[in-house]
């Protein structure tokens, strides 16, 4: 059974910092995704990752995977109050063609002025 | 909106009520899902149709029935809830080997 962990769980960083959020899964996969969720509304995709040493950039958030290790970081920059949110990696198990996304707990950012 | 469009997007209902939660999609997606998503819980994957077929139902009690006329609707049937049903559900949809999901907004389902 596919297992994704993501730590820290709860963040609380400055404006201004920078950190990194990381995920680690337990088997095989190359296609992992970030998904950013604000309190009550659905996910939002941020980033798909789908090689091995792949990075994206977008703004302050940059994500990479290393399939090797079995993990994925999302690094944060100079964060900024409107970046606090629930952060979701996941995993893609799907065989045959068939997407099978396991997610990761989140972790919930919370940026202070 | 995402193109994945869920109602309604808050539901009471009763233990011995029955009701349904619609999800529609216009992306020309071919694979559609169920996730349930409760407090302090990861995710959880219900149910995945993927060119109208049921391909994964994940041990889930038969209280939760779906079904998935054409490849942009998809239903989820509810009856008999317990009060530890109440969560988030969320709908969906991706295209095979594409790009991950899209959801839509969820409905927030009480059960009283």
């Known amino acids: 059974e596919l297992k994704v962990e993501q730590n820290p769980l709860f963040l609380s960083m400055q404006e201004g910092k920078n950190y990194t959020i990381y995920c680690n899964y337990s088997?095989?996969?190359?296609?992992l995704y970030w998904y950013r969720q604000d309190p009550g509304k659905s996910l939002e995709s941020l980033f798909v990752?789908?090689?091995?040493?792949a990075v994206k950039q977008e703004g302050r958030l940059m994500a990479s995977l290393d399939t090797k290790a079995r993990l994925s970081t999302l690094h944060i920059t100079a964060a900024v109050h409107d970046l606090s949110a629930t952060y979701f990696c996941?995993?893609?198990?799907?065989?045959?063609?068939?997407?099978?996304?396991?997610f990761g707990t989140g972790t919930r950012l919370t940026i202070i002025p | 909106e995402t193109g994945v469009t869920q109602t309604p997007r808050h539901l009471v209902m009763g233990m011995t009520n029955k009701k349904s939660l619609k999800c529609e999609q216009h992306?020309?997606?071919?694979?559609m899902y169920w996730y349930k998503q409760s407090a302090k819980k990861p995710l959880e994957l219900m149910f995945v149709?993927?060119?109208?077929?049921?391909?994964e139902n994940n041990s889930v009690p038969s209280r939760f029935s779906p079904e998935c006329p054409n490849s942009s609707h998809l239903f989820l049937h509810l009856h008999t809830l317990q009060p530890e049903d109440s969560a988030l559900y969320l709908c969906?949809?991706?295209?095979?080997?594409?790009?991950?999901?899209?959801f839509g907004s969820g409905t927030r389902l009480t059960v009283v």
């Open positions: 969906a949809s991706s295209q095979v080997l594409g790009n991950g999901y899209t």
């Open positions: 088997t095989t996969s190359d296609r």
């Open positions: 990752l789908l090689s091995n040493g």
């Open positions: 996941a995993v893609d198990e799907g065989n045959f063609g068939n997407e099978k996304l396991t």
């Open positions: 992306l020309g997606h071919n694979a």
């Open positions: 149709y993927s060119l109208e077929e049921r391909v």
